[in-house]
């Protein structure tokens, strides 16, 4: 996993929870980088299950929960340090029926070792988006906070439902319908 997913991650804690929260949950998750992350360095991914355990233990907020938090937050990050991606696309459905074979290509390059998930469209119309999320890390809820949020970038409202195709959240299908009419937040 990149380091800019840790990075942004501790100062989300940070700023929602405090330093103190961040110091417990380093401390806590007994991590091999000790806590130290470089926004270009590649980490495992264990150390960020441990930091949202601990997280989430600290804090007692479900994981779901947090991570759907930290999708939200890191949609912020994403349109702020790469805005002509976002200026590509003039549709939210058009973006999100991109990521495999565009967007997340382009980011292979920027981010050698990038550790992406896979997207397999089944159903697509203007207004209709039918698409499989697959990845062993299981972020599904980090999907689903970055696909509303891309709803809302281009100011539409969204209707999102996730199916796990399995249970532990490996193989999972969204459910992407637009809103119409006034701009709506979910
Ligand atoms: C400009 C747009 C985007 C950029 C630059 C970008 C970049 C990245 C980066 C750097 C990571 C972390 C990889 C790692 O830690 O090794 C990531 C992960 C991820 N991205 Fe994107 N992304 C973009 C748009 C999106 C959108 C719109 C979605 C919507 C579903 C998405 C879904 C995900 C998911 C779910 C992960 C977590 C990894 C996993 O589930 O296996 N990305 N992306």
């Given at each position: 996993?990149?380091?800019?997913?840790?990075?942004?991650?501790?100062?989300?804690?940070?700023?929602?929870?405090?330093i103190?929260?961040?110091?417990?949950?380093?401390?806590?998750?007994?991590?091999?980088?000790?806590g130290?992350y470089?926004?270009?360095?590649?980490?495992?991914?264990?150390?960020?299950?441990?930091?949202?355990?601990?997280?989430?233990?600290?804090?007692?907020?479900p994981?779901d929960?947090?991570?759907?938090?930290?999708?939200?937050?890191?949609?912020?990050?994403?349109?702020?340090?790469?805005?002509?991606?976002?200026?590509?696309?003039?549709?939210?459905?058009e973006?999100?029926s991109?990521?495999?074979?565009h967007?997340?290509?382009?980011?292979?390059?920027?981010?050698?070792?990038?550790?992406?998930?896979?997207?397999?469209?089944?159903?697509?119309?203007?207004d209709?988006?039918?698409?499989?999320?697959?990845?062993?890390?299981?972020?599904?809820?980090?999907?689903?906070?970055?696909?509303?949020?891309?709803?809302?970038?281009?100011?539409?409202?969204?209707?999102?439902?996730?199916?796990?195709?399995?249970?532990?959240?490996?193989?999972?299908?969204?459910?992407?319908?637009k809103?119409?009419?006034?701009?709506?937040?979910?």
């Amino acid at each position: 996993m990149k380091g800019i997913v840790f990075t942004e991650f501790l100062d989300m804690v940070e700023k929602k929870f405090g330093i103190e929260v961040v110091d417990h949950i380093i401390n806590e998750s007994k991590l091999q980088s000790d806590g130290v992350y470089t926004s270009v360095g590649t980490y495992d991914f264990v150390e960020m299950q441990s930091l949202l355990i601990n997280l989430s233990k600290k804090v007692d907020i479900p994981l779901d929960g947090l991570i759907y938090n930290y999708g939200l937050y890191f949609f912020n990050v994403l349109t702020s340090v790469h805005p002509g991606i976002f200026a590509l696309y003039k549709d939210p459905i058009e973006l999100l029926s991109s990521i495999e074979n565009h967007i997340h290509v382009q980011v292979r390059k920027l981010y050698p070792g990038a550790e992406l998930p896979t997207f397999k469209i089944e159903k697509k119309n203007e207004d209709h988006l039918e698409i499989l999320y697959f990845s062993e890390r299981a972020m599904y809820m980090f999907a689903k906070a970055l696909m509303e949020k891309t709803f809302e970038h281009y100011d539409q409202g969204s209707e999102i439902r996730l199916e796990k195709i399995e249970d532990d959240g490996t193989k999972v299908r969204f459910v992407i319908s637009k809103k119409h009419g006034a701009y709506q937040q979910n």
